[in-house]
């Protein structure tokens, strides 16, 4: 009876603690500022607009009442034409570069590489801006109640103000069904809106009317380094009225006092892909327009946001609500690192995931450096892509956040990089397979570009391999891992050629190389070098993931006897004399280093081959290396530290670099630093989408972890984060998270469903019970779950002289539940029961 009576009230207040909290979350809603970014002021920078997008196509949003600016953009607008810039005097120099290198001399080894590996033709193309929509508003000069916003829940953004006592609203979103994007603008009183529609180009276009209604841009993409800019380009623009007038001049379109507008903005190029070019861009731009003409607005935006949500709404993550939420998003960044504001890191966090559905859409172009938002014609590193960490960190959420498809153009991209690689491969080293150095283009160039110090680096084909294995581990798809198998096969062949023996440890080493853009002291001014840690993390996974995918595909054995035999032959993780993870294969780590590369920690993230309970001497080193880095960099870097702290299970740590990585970029002074722009854009500086991504996955890492043997659930839940819940996440073997809710720092629910089947082998800091009949064990033993296997990473060398830092682990508890394809799984805690 007493028991009975307990068990009623602690129903009751768990009852009650639910209300309350769904109370909580109405308010914010109803504040209307849920997931909203939001500001009382236009942009008056770049940096300030508000990015649309449906994978091609980007549009920036400045909400300036008098002259609106829409910065527009299309994802195949690149600079040059189909080209190679491979150097074919590689070849003949490369066993004198090896033994320059092997004898300690790295200068001469550096200045050989720049005449005969780096590219004579071509450093990489640019991404090129589409252009300028420009709205003119006579006499809205002077206007109240400013707002605008961008509802990342709908993808969609809106400007409104009073001018003499009407309101005029302008919304806009970037359809993906449609392939265009919509502006309509309304007022509240009839016949209120005027306004002027024309465009401009930073590079000499044609601009030119078409009928009385019709605005249209005409352009061919710019020249770089030796290659002619061949895409050709259009943006066609209707305007439509509701009464009024619409009237043309030789470029500009005029609206006279009209009860709404509508804008469709089409934009096409000539692309068809990396190796042709011969489309007709006005007729495809042409066609979208037609068919989106064809849409009542209602209808374009309904199946809009059904279009987004479907990916969108995979997700929700609550962290808590503040009364910051009232407060306009710039002003929020400026106050997050003082204040207590845990749900703008769940803001970002979506943020990131609106990004990743607006820049990257199956049959596309994966996410480029500014994902595809960019106003030059000449933009930084030339807005490409560069996959010494970049691209890849790009794609770190599209897995475990639920947005699996948007990783496909990235796969696309290693299927055509695959065979422009091999190609390089041939022509710069008489080598079997393909390869790639740090940087690619749309063109899928593949030889080495910037010089020795940042370019030669023969592993960006070896690192992108690693997401083709990724989407496996998620999805258990064999039909999927057979399509991209030839292409993990063709990198392995390239190392297989590639590696050569060094003579010290008769190790087998990737040489020449760099750990990316680092030097040590020791090379005087040269990054080159042999056998770097991250090389040999990256061949240590490119191959161990091949074997796996030869094995589940029952195929290549005699590769599988080569692949092993070499794998034993690569150096072993080595811990240097202060406790460090040693970067290079010689002890040459300098502790006050603070480069923002950590190349060397690929290991401990994205990959697995470092862990607390599998190798603890190597995670203990690894947290020394990342202690003396330090937090503050650029925003990448950052964004990278956030997921390394995860990884290493210290949430307040990771929390730290967040609050690093939300600063405001833009100083009083008006210098710029590594953080976050009022956009919340990511600053290096200057913008590069990558930090974005970053910070998504790095969040998500600190709720759910699945790369070492289990799922570890809440494994780097900073203090701050008392209570708050998740729904969505994705682990690897096909599970997903349904509910996640913890209080009070500790977990009290949690839902899983398993699409595949298979042990579910769960980790959690207090003990738990199931819900369901089946019945929950004490894990023991390897988990047979096979997308659970542990990596048999060697012993690391030990420097005589190292100072281990052990580091305290929390008490964990792990249970192995035998799951069913379909079956979903509650557990409680113990303490909650
Ligand atoms: C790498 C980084 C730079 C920058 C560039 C685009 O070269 O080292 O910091 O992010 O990519």
């Known amino acids: 009876m007493v028991h009975d009576k307990r068990h009623n009230i602690r129903i009751f207040i768990f009852i009650f603690i639910i209300l309350f909290a769904n109370v909580e979350l109405n308010l914010a809603a109803q504040n209307n500022t849920f997931l909203k970014l939001w500001y009382d002021h236009p942009a008056q920078q770049w940096v300030e607009a508000l990015p649309l997008g449906n994978g091609r196509l980007g549009a920036m949003v400045f909400g300036n009442p008098s002259q609106e600016k829409i910065q527009l953009n299309e994802n195949t607008i690149w600079a040059g034409q189909p080209y190679r810039n491979d150097n074919p005097d590689a070849g003949e120099a490369l066993p004198v570069v090896r033994k320059l290198i092997f004898d300690g001399k790295y200068r001469e080894a550096q200045d050989l590489v720049n005449k005969k590996f780096i590219s004579r033709n071509s450093q990489g193309m640019p991404y090129q801006t589409a252009g300028y929509l420009n709205l003119s508003f006579p006499g809205h000069e002077n206007y109240t109640n400013y707002h605008r916003e961008l509802d990342i829940e709908n993808a969609v953004t809106e400007t409104r103000y009073i001018v003499d006592g009407v309101t005029f609203k302008r919304e806009m979103f970037a359809s993906y069904p449609e392939q265009v994007i919509i502006c309509r603008i309304t007022a509240s009183r009839p016949g209120k809106i005027n306004f002027t529609a024309s465009m401009n180009h930073p590079a000499p276009v044609n601009i030119f009317t078409e009928g009385n209604d019709k605005l249209i841009l005409t352009g061919t993409t710019g020249d770089c380094d030796s290659i002619k800019g061949a895409v050709q380009f259009q943006v066609h623009v209707k305007v439509k009225t509701e009464g009024g007038y619409v009237t043309a001049a030789d470029s500009s379109v005029a609206v006279d006092n009209a009860d709404a507008a509508i804008l469709h903005i089409s934009i096409a190029s000539s692309f068809n892909n990396y190796n042709d070019i011969s489309a007709d861009a006005g007729e495809r731009a042409r066609s979208f327009l037609q068919k989106a003409q064809k849409k009542e607005y209602d209808q374009a935006v309904q199946d809009h946001i059904s279009d987004y949500h479907k990916y969108f709404k995979r997700i929700s993550l609550s962290l808590g609500v503040t009364d910051s939420v009232n407060n306009p998003t710039d002003i929020r960044i400026e106050q997050f690192a003082e204040g207590n504001d845990p749900h703008l890191v769940a803001l970002c966090f979506q943020f990131g995931r609106y990004l990743l559905i607006s820049s990257s859409r199956p049959g596309g172009q994966p996410a480029n450096l500014q994902g595809i938002w960019n106003d030059k014609l000449y933009p930084p590193w ?339 984060w008392k209570s708050g819940s998740v729904s969505g996440l994705r682990t690897r073997g096909g599970f997903e998270i349904v509910n996640l809710v913890w209080e009070n720092g500790q977990l009290t629910e949690l839902i899983i469903k398993s699409s595949l089947g298979g042990n579910f082998r769960l980790r959690v800091h207090c003990p738990v019970l199931l819900r369901e009949a089946a019945s929950l064990k004490s894990a023991s033993g390897n988990n047979s779950n096979p997308f659970y296997q542990i990596p048999e990473i060697r012993k690391p060398l030990i420097s005589d002289e190292a100072d281990i830092n052990p580091v305290h682990l929390e008490k964990t508890y792990t249970y192995d539940l035998s799951t069913q394809a379909g079956g979903t799984y509650t557990f409680m805690s113990m303490d909650m029961h």
């Open 382 to 720: 030339d807005s490409k892509y560069t996959i010494n960490i970049n691209t890849e960190m790009n794609y770190w959420p599209s897995e475990l956040t639920n947005l699996s498809e948007m990783n496909e153009p990235l796969i696309q991209m290693l299927h055509e990089l695959a065979k422009t690689g091999r190609q390089t491969a041939n022509n710069m080293y008489g080598a079997e397979g393909w390869v790639v150095h740090h940087n690619t283009d749309i063109w899928r160039m593949s030889g080495p570009i910037d010089g020795s110090f940042w370019g030669m680096w023969p592993m960006g084909g070896a690192w992108l391999c690693q997401h083709l294995w990724e989407k496996y581990e998620y999805s258990g798809d064999k039909e999927y891992l057979k399509s991209v198998y030839p292409i993990m096969k063709g990198a392995v062949q390239f190392y297989l050629d590639f590696l050569v023996e060094e003579p010290e440890h008769r190790w087998l080493v990737v040489c020449p190389s760099i750990s990316p853009e680092n030097a040590p002291k020791a090379h005087h001014g040269s990054s080159i070098s042999a056998g770097t840690t991250m090389d040999n993390q990256l061949l240590f996974d490119l191959f161990t993931k091949t074997i796996r995918s030869a094995k589940i595909l029952k195929t290549d054995k005699a590769l599988i006897n080569k692949i092993k035999k070499t794998l034993k032959r690569l150096p072993p993780m080595q811990i240097g004399k202060w406790g460090q993870l040693q970067e290079w294969m010689y002890d040459l780590d300098n502790p006050d280093d603070k480069h923002r590369h950590v190349s060397h920690l690929y290991g401990l993230y994205p990959s697995n081959q470092i862990s607390p309970y599998q190798n603890p001497a190597l995670f203990y080193a690894a947290r020394t290396s990342l202690t003396a880095r330090g937090d503050e960099s650029t925003g990448w870097s950052m964004g990278w530290k956030v997921n390394l702290w995860a990884r290493l299970l210290d949430g307040n740590h990771a929390l730290k670099l967040i609050q690093d990585q939300l600063k405001p970029s833009i100083q009083p002074n008006g210098r710029q630093r590594g953080g976050t722009y009022p956009n919340m854009f990511d600053a290096h500086p200057p913008f590069q989408i990558d930090g974005n991504f970053g910070f998504t996955a790095g969040v998500a890492e600190m709720i759910v972890q699945s790369h070492d043997g289990c799922v570890h659930i809440l494994p780097a839940l900073p203090e701050a």
